[in-house]
């Protein structure tokens, strides 16, 4: 009876030890927890004095120069320009989210899972437009052109000019995503191997 009482006193002490650390961590817990609220609290009480500050001042300025808000022509012109580019260039951006969207489909993953992935390919399509439109990927290209007789105005006003834009946007979402995808891949198998090659020794 003793040594049961015994080994009772000390599996009932051990137990207790054990539940004193888990008040202490979750003490910790909670005081980090408050701590990291606080922060968050202060960021944004500073963030919206920013605003107000930045919004008075600015109301100042109006007020001691009224003209301050009249735009120049060059202005309303870059303005203008900026609008039409920002539409146009909504166009690739689409073509290369449906490029990579089917990339994806074909690889067999949600599509929900990997938007941020088709968005993303659909911006490099645009960053690929801008780079034909500008004429900077021209300008590379231009010696092997010449070489064929074929000028970068000839590319630029042919007929299928649109077509052939159109299609590099798809190719390039489609690029895009596959490449974050074989990349994908190829750390999730190695990992695989790894975990695998580690089980193994441990045995």
Same mark, same amino acid.
């Given at each position: 009876?003793?040594?049961?009482?015994?080994?009772?006193?000390?599996?009932?002490?051990?137990?207790?030890?054990?539940?004193?650390?888990?008040?202490?961590?979750?003490?910790?817990?909670?005081?980090?927890?408050?701590?990291?609220?606080?922060?968050e609290? &202060?960021?944004?009480?500073?963030?919206?004095?920013?605003?107000?500050?930045?919004?008075?001042?600015?109301?100042?300025?109006?007020? /001691?120069?009224?003209t301050?808000?009249?735009?120049?022509?060059?202005?309303?012109?870059?303005?203008?320009k /900026?609008?039409?580019?920002?539409?146009?260039?909504?166009?690739p951006?689409?073509?290369?989210?449906?490029?990579? /969207?089917? &990339?994806?489909?074909i690889?067999?993953i949600?599509?929900?899972?990997?938007?941020?992935?088709?968005?993303? *390919?659909g911006?490099? /399509?645009?960053?690929?437009?801008?780079?034909i439109?500008?004429?900077?990927?021209?300008?590379?290209?231009?010696?092997?052109?010449?070489?064929?007789?074929i000028?970068?105005?000839?590319?630029?006003?042919?007929?299928?000019?649109?077509?052939?834009?159109?299609?590099?946007?798809?190719?390039?979402?489609m690029? *895009? *995503?596959?490449l974050?995808i074989?990349?994908?891949?190829?750390?999730e198998?190695?990992?695989? &191997? &790894?975990?695998?090659?580690g089980?193994?020794?441990?045995?």
């Open positions: 009876m003793k040594e049961d009482v015994s080994v009772e006193s000390v599996g009932s002490e051990s137990d207790i030890q054990a539940l004193i650390k888990k008040l202490e961590f979750l003490e910790r817990e909670l005081a980090d927890h408050k701590d990291q609220k606080k922060t609290r &202060r960021q944004y009480f500073l963030f919206v004095c920013l605003v107000i500050v930045t919004v008075f001042l600015f109301v100042v300025v109006a007020w /001691a120069n009224p301050i808000g009249d735009l120049e022509p060059d202005t309303i012109s870059t303005l203008n /900026a609008v039409n580019v920002v539409i146009v260039l909504f166009v951006f689409v073509f290369g989210v449906l490029g990579a /969207a089917a &990339r994806v489909l690889a067999g949600s599509t929900g899972q990997q938007l941020g992935l088709i968005v993303s *390919s911006f490099m /399509a645009v960053f690929s437009w801008i780079g439109k500008s004429g900077v990927l021209i300008a590379v290209v231009a010696p092997h052109l010449e070489k064929q007789a000028t970068s105005d000839q590319i630029l006003q042919a007929p299928g000019n649109f077509y052939t834009l159109a299609l590099v946007a798809i190719f390039v979402g690029f *895009s *995503s596959n974050y074989f990349i994908n891949q190829k750390v198998q190695l990992t695989v &191997r &790894r975990n695998s090659e089980a193994g020794g441990s045995r």
